[in-house]
């Protein structure tokens, strides 16, 4: 059974930073495409990032800023942010599939989703 856990959400200062973890289960980690994306109320899923075994790729509204890494020893993927901006506010989802060619960030491709950890950034 496939699951992820995302933790590490919170309520930050603009400016500041935060560390998202997702714990993945149920499938071999270190092969897998993970993504991670986000969402606000009323407004479609979007790609922040995506790790696969030999690059990362980054949506340019956050390039620069947020990092994606990942321990395949402990099955987990990392989003650091910094320099968060009031607009980077959203329920962020950590997801996976098979495969890390092609479009990275459309939602659509990817085949297991973790609950979601809110960001939410304040002035």
């Known amino acids: 059974q496939v699951r992820l856990v995302e933790s590490g959400g919170g309520s930050v200062q603009a400016g500041g930073s935060l560390r998202l973890s997702c714990v993945a289960s149920g499938f071999t980690f270190s092969t897998n495409c993970m993504g991670w994306f986000r969402q606000v109320p009323g407004r479609g899923r979007e790609g922040v990032g995506a790790?696969?075994?030999?690059?990362?790729s980054y949506a340019d509204s956050v390039k620069g800023r947020f990092t994606i890494s990942r321990d395949n020893a402990k099955n987990t993927v990392y989003l650091q942010m910094d320099g968060l901006k009031l607009e980077d506010t959203a329920m962020y989802y950590c997801a996976a599939r098979t495969g890390c060619f092609g479009e990275r960030l459309l939602h659509a491709t990817y085949y297991y989703w973790g609950q979601g950890t809110q960001v939410t950034i304040s002035s």
């Open positions: 790790s696969g075994p030999l690059s990362t």
